[in-house]
Nanobody, 120 residues
Framework: QVQLVESGGGLVQPGGSLSLSCEAS????????MGWYRQAPGKQRELVAT???????NYADSVKGRVTISRDNAKNTVYLQMNSLKPEDTAVYYC??????????????WGQGSQVTVSS
């Protein structure tokens, strides 16, 4: 069974920085892609950033230039570094991954969610 465990998050002032990390553990044959989504109160979950196994990165327009996604393949961990945070970045951030637990099957997995609050 695959699990995604997130850490980081919290309260930060506008203009501040925050980082999130997410470690995939369990039965993992291969990780295709990992990324981050967020959901603000009353809004739909939206993509923040993704990173595929080939190193390709995709960022939401709203965070480009302020957010960096990176990955430590040896640790099966993805990171999200967020700078110049704005109040509108306030949301629950979810780690996401497409993983092959076996060579024959793949599935999508989600972390438990981490609250990020940007407020003075």
């Amino acid at each position: 069974q695959v699990q995604l465990v997130e850490s980081g998050g919290g309260l930060v002032q506008p203009g501040g920085s925050l980082s999130l990390s997410c470690e995939a553990s369990g039965s993992i044959f291969r990780i295709i892609a990992m990324g981050w989504y967020r959901q603000a109160p009353g809004k739909q979950r939206e993509l923040v950033a993704t990173l595929n196994s080939g190193g390709g990165r995709n960022y939401a327009d709203s965070v480009k230039g302020r957010v960096t996604i990176s990955r430590d393949n040896a640790k099966n961990t993805v990171y999200l570094q967020m700078n110049s945070l704005k109040p509108e970045d306030t949301a629950v951030y979810y780690c996401n991954a497409y993983i092959y637990p076996t060579p024959q099957s793949h599935d999508e997995y989600w972390g438990q969610g981490s609250q990020v609050t940007v407020s003075s």
